[in-house]
T-cell receptor, first 118, second 114 residues
Framework: AQTVTQSQPEMSVQEAETVTLSCTYD???????LFWYKQPPSRQMILVIR????KQQNATENRFSVNFQKAAKSFSLKISDSQLGDAAMYFC???????????????WGLGTSLAVNP | SAVISQKPSRDICQRGTSLTIQCQVD?????MFWYRQQPGQSLTLIAT?????????ESGFVIDKFPISRPNLTFSTLTVSNMSPEDSSIYLC???????????FGPGTRLTVT
């Protein structure tokens, strides 16, 4: 079974600085998707960035980028120029690329709570 | 993208009663999911709501306790039955299309059972 591990329960960063959140996963599959979701205090879960395992290029969305290391099964999120609005819980998630059965469900990490200090 | 709304946004219920949470999507979607989340913790999948067939429940969740309806491609309900204080949690609805490249989430329903 697949698992997702976020080893940093809490992180903090100064406004305008850069922070990296770590995520490792375990799977025997070769084709899958990885996600970072953000959940601010409002509870609304928002997709930050997505990576397809077959793509070697790291995904980037504005100030958010990932470092995807497939062999190491590592998927870290880098937030550049941190803003107060980035303060939230960040969840790493995995999804199989296979369509059989219940494989569309997401496997979630426990989350990292990010504080942004002014 | 899909916009998802949930009703109610929060409720306080008495032990032994039932609450039905509604999830409405602004476009037709193939997959809908129901999650439970304790404050400050990760998400636990309750079930996948299948249109036109019974929901698929995860280990530890049963239909008698969490009956789910999915009458069409834009709407689903989750009922929390015979509630106890242990059911106090945030319940989230999510949805995606057939390929499910992205799951979109509703704002959640905060349930408190007294």
């Amino acid at each position: 079974a697949q698992t997702v591990t976020q080893s940093q329960p809490e992180m903090s960063v100064q406004e305008a600085e850069t922070v990296t959140l770590s995520c490792t996963y375990d799977t025997s599959e070769s084709d899958y998707y990885l996600f970072w979701y953000k959940q601010p205090p409002s509870r609304q879960m928002i997709l930050v960035i997505r990576q397809e395992a077959y793509k070697q290029q790291n995904a980037t969305e504005n100030r958010f980028s990932v470092n995807f290391q497939k062999a190491a099964k590592s998927f870290s999120l880098k937030i550049s120029d941190s803003q107060l609005g980035d303060a939230a819980m960040y969840f790493c998630a995995y999804r199989s690329a296979r369509y059989a059965g219940n494989n569309r469900k997401l496997i979630w990490g426990l989350g990292t709570s990010l504080a942004v200090n002014p | 993208s899909a916009v998802i709304s949930q009703k109610p946004s929060r409720d306080i219920c008495q032990r032994g009663t039932s609450l039905t949470i509604q999830c409405q999507v602004d476009s037709q979607v193939t997959m809908m999911f129901w999650y439970r989340q304790q404050p400050g913790q990760s998400l636990t999948l309750i079930a996948t709501a299948n249109q036109g067939s019974e929901a698929t429940y995860e280990s530890g969740f049963v239909i008698d306790k969490f009956p789910i309806s999915r009458p069409n491609l834009t709407f689903s309900t989750l009922t929390v039955s015979n509630m106890s204080p242990e059911d106090s949690s945030i319940y989230l609805c999510s949805a995606c299309d057939r390929d499910c490249f992205v799951q979109y989430f509703g704002p959640g329903t905060r349930l408190t059972v007294t």
